[in-house]
């Protein structure tokens, strides 16, 4: 079970004056279960990218495949995808909408022609995964703040028990705390669910932590695809089209300009002081190698 995508061309108003390619000859495949980072900076095409994986949007050429289907063959239910495929808006607001939580929550499985006892079910487990409370339930969602609203849109989502979880900023606006428990809920959520979780981001140091693979986009079309140490080893190229790699990439081609043995693929913390620590052995201290 996968997606993929394969010479995906998407061009805003074709023949006008206007004409725009938002993305340019694309092709991947992510494979089910897999946590994937999406990266570039603003105008790379991300969000257009997005939105051909659940059928929001219809490529202007190439083919999008869900489970090896073509999702706009003839006869392919769009509507099933939807609810197979999940995607979470950078801006929550955009999917509430109900009079409260729980009723916002149960929306999504009501649709798939569930009873309301299995609707009620499915957003409770739904909530409790994302860390949302009873005493919310009969709340209204626009009286939470930002990351409980983040929490209750994917909980939205979680409900119709996608195979695949899009999520587009999910940490935009909000505190190094609240980013924290948004993102470690959804690496819990991809560990116990087993879920496809598609991430974009523009936080190099959240990518870093997270994810297995990244996808880097610029100008419409795919610059780098691979894991993490692959992809930030490229940081000079990063660089130069309007991204940077994580701020231990730097401080460790600094300690290795220095004389320090330490290993440049390292690019979270956890990594950076495992390696400083081999590196500097017993008889070393920091100050002998920063200034």
């Known amino acids: ?23 340019k000859d694309v092709s991947f495949e992510i494979p089910q279960g897999q946590f994937v980072g999406i990266i570039g900076h603003t105008g790379s095409g991300k969000s257009t990218l997005i939105q ?46 109900e009079s409260d939580v729980m009723s916002d929550v149960c929306f999504g499985p009501s649709n798939e022609g569930l009873t309301q006892e299995e609707c009620r079910k499915r957003a409770k487990e739904a909530l409790d995964h994302v860390g949302i409370p009873e005493e919310y339930y009969d709340k209204s969602p626009f009286e939470l703040s930002g990351g409980e609203k983040r929490r209750v849109a994917i909980a939205g989502v979680l409900a119709m028990n996608p195979k695949v979880l899009v999520l587009d900023e999910p940490t935009a606006g909000l505190d190094p705390e609240g980013r924290t428990e948004i993102l470690d809920q959804i690496a819990w959520l991809h560990k116990t669910r087993g879920i496809t979780i598609i991430l974009v981001s523009h936080s190099m140091e959240d990518v870093a932590r997270y994810v297995q693979r990244i996808i880097v986009m610029n100008e419409g079309q795919k610059a780098f695809d691979g894991s993490c140490k692959e992809v930030f080893s490229h940081y000079k190229e990063l660089e130069k089209i309007g991204l940077a790699a ?10 290795a300009e220095r004389g320090l043995n330490v290993d440049l693929s390292a690019v979270t913390v956890e990594e950076a002081r495992d390696s400083i620590l081999k590196a500097l052995g017993k008889e070393t201290s920091c100050s002998e190698i920063l200034p």
């Open 52 to 97: 051909h994986l659940n059928g929001l949007i219809r490529p202007t050429s190439g083919k999008v495949l869900f489970e090896g289907q073509d999702v706009w063959a003839e006869g392919y239910e769009l509507r099933k995808l939807r609810f197979q495929v999940g995607l979470v808006f950078q801006y929550p607001e955009h999917q509430l909408f």
């Open 246 to 255: 994580p701020q231990i990439t730097y401080i460790m081609h600094a300690l």
């Open 1 to 23: 079970m996968s997606i993929k995508l394969e010479h995906v061309t998407y061009t805003y108003n074709p023949g006008t004056v206007y004409e725009m390619h938002a993305l």
